[in-house]
Nanobody, 115 residues
């Protein structure tokens, strides 16, 4: 099993920034991918960003240039820096970890962007 604990999130005005963090109970070097999905009310859960164990990253087109995902292997944490937030970024953000086949989820963090 992998336990994931998320922190961060909150309320921010459009144009502002937030930083999410996800702490893993397992050495993240043993996890192929980690990242975040988000789900807005009435919408499907979609991938926002992910980072592989070799450091390669992928981003949704809607957040490219604004969000940056990074990992600290020594601390077993993954961070998502979110800049230039807009109201369309409002959602619950779920950290995930994918060692091989199974996927593990964090508890979710609410991000609300106001106009």
């Amino acid at each position: 099993q992998v336990q994931l604990v998320e922190s961060g999130g909150g309320l921010v005005q459009a144009g502002g920034s937030l930083r999410l963090s996800c702490a893993s109970s397992r050495n993240i070097l043993s996890i192929n991918y980690m990242g975040w999905y988000r789900q807005a009310p009435g919408k499907q859960r979609v991938l926002v960003a992910r980072i592989a164990d070799d450091g390669r990253t992928n981003y949704a087109d809607s957040v490219k240039g604004r969000f940056t995902i990074s990992r600290d292997n020594a601390k077993n944490t993954v961070d998502l820096q979110m800049n230039s937030l807009n109201i369309e970024d409002t959602a619950v953000y779920y950290c995930y970890a994918q060692p091989i086949l199974r996927t593990y989820w964090g508890q979710g963090a609410q991000v609300t962007v106001s106009s």
